[in-house]
């Protein structure tokens, strides 16, 4: 069993920074690539910032330049730094990861972090 335990979101205030982590852990031969995605009520999921194993990162629009991802993949781990925090962040954000497993690839979710920016 592989499973994704999140870390670090809250509540802060517009302008503020959080910093969310996510660890993978179980039976994992490799790591293809991991990220975040945030899904606010009434809203799809919708990506964040990805990074792959070859350390090529992918961001969405509206937190380019805000938001750095980065990963220790010899702790199976990837975080999120959010800088200058709008109410507009305010979402769930959830762990995602493409891992190879001894059944092939697979994806898995964490269960997410809940980030409020308010004032």
């Known amino acids: 069993q592989v499973q994704l335990v999140e870390s670090g979101g809250g509540l802060v205030q517009p302008g503020g920074s959080l910093r969310l982590s996510c660890a993978a852990s179980?039976?994992?031969?490799?790591?293809?690539?991991m990220g975040w995605y945030r899904q606010a009520p009434g809203n799809q999921r919708e990506l964040v910032a990805t990074?792959?194993?070859?350390?090529?990162?992918n961001y969405a629009d509206s937190v380019k330049g805000r938001f750095t991802i980065s990963r220790d993949y010899a702790k199976n781990t990837v975080y999120l730094r959010m800088n200058s925090l709008k109410p507009e962040d305010t979402a769930v954000y959830y762990c995602n990861a493409r891992l190879l497993v001894a059944l092939g690839d697979l994806e898995v979710w964490g269960q997410g972090t809940l980030v409020t920016v308010s004032s």
């Open positions: 179980g039976d994992i031969f490799a790591i293809n690539a």
């Open positions: 990074i792959t194993n070859g350390g090529n990162t």
